[in-house]
């Protein structure tokens, strides 16, 4: 299960996924610094024990009997960022904006519940890591035992998992060429990924650690925890 961190536990936006579960993620709900919910989210983070810091939205997922949850549980409502139905944004991207506003620039952002349930929101939400507003920012999308985050220029990842996990490398807005890999058992050596043809797709982790260093484009890496060797 991805839901181990290192170092201070990172700040999150919960997205108003159908049938998500924050079960899994309760202890990091719990020690957050900072719950902002993206609208149903809300309903999502109470469910599993923690009321959010924030709520971002326009308010169509959320009854009053949500509202009466939160006060059972607080002695007051979490503070409602409300928007217009109508607008060009969706809740997740306006809940996201407003956590990289309020959290430290070094501070790791992690989203939960970004598969949310129609190919347009995931597509959608998958373009988000490379909003300009994020620049700079340590994001990552998550939900059950997958994530994905964005390499950018050149820069290097290191992947924390077990022998079997899944690895997948898809350039992103263009072609992308990867400097090395190591620790995957289909090494990639100043290779190009061209924009289209499934190449870095289902690499497999060779032991606990592997290192993705990227010499320039854009590359969405997709770390997928499964059962594999000890």
């Known amino acids: ?60 997922s959320l009854a009053d009997e949500d509202w009466a949850a939160a006060a059972a549980q607080e002695a007051s409502s979490p503070p409602f960022d ?25 501070a790791p952002i992690w989203v939960l519940g970004a598969w949310g349930g129609r190919i347009d929101h995931s597509l959608a939400n998958l373009c988000l890591l490379a909003h300009p507003d994020l620049a700079g920012r340590e994001v990552c999308l998550l939900d059950g035992d997958q994530r994905v985050w964005l390499l950018q220029g050149e820069a290097e990842q290191r992947i924390e998992g077990r022998s079997g996990d899944t690895v997948s490398l898809i350039p992103f807005g263009g072609a992308a060429r990867v400097a090395r890999t190591m620790g995957l058992r289909w090494t990639l050596a100043d290779s ?34 499964q059962e594999g060797e000890a």
């Open 1 to 60: 299960m991805i839901g181990a961190w290192q170092g201070r536990p990172p700040v999150l936006v919960v997205a108003g996924a159908p049938g998500l579960s924050l079960e899994p993620w309760r202890e990091l709900l719990a020690r957050s610094p900072l719950v902002v919910a993206a609208d149903g989210g809300a309903r999502l983070a109470l469910a599993a024990g923690r009321m959010p810091d924030l709520v971002v939205g326009d308010g169509d």
């Open 82 to 106: 409300r928007h217009p139905v109508n607008k060009d944004e969706t809740d997740l991207e306006l809940a996201l904006m407003r956590a990289a506003l309020l959290a430290p620039i070094d």
């Open 192 to 225: 190009v990924l061209a924009f289209g043809p499934a190449r870095g797709v289902s690499n497999r982790m060779t032991g606990p650690t592997a290192l993705v260093a990227l010499a320039e484009g854009r590359l969405a890496c997709i770390h997928i925890a």
